[in-house]
């Protein structure tokens, strides 16, 4: 395998990771339906996690591309970025095309 296919195995890994799990799908969906933006303090409200668990879940979707975090004073505030999402389905999605 090419350096270039393994980078792009990496990066489906960190995508599917972040979406294995129904905490980080649902924080996705209620970033999403709340206009793709929201304060941490807002994302942990609409939860009944601890703080550190919803960070850690937090920090699973940054990693994996799909949110990204802006400071705004002393507020973290997560932004929807779906674009990995459909480059990473569209992706896996022509690896197995192209053999049908």
Known sequence: MTA???RELDELDRVFTALAHH???TILLVLHLRGGE?????IAGRFDYSWPTVTR???VLEQAGLVEVV???RERVYRLHAGPLFAVGSSWIDRFQSRS
């Open 71 to 73: 400071l705004r004073g």
């Open 38 to 42: 929201m304060t941490s303090g807002e």
């Open 23 to 25: 905490s980080r799908r």
């Open 57 to 59: 879940h937090l920090r």
């Open 4 to 6: 270039r296919g393994g």
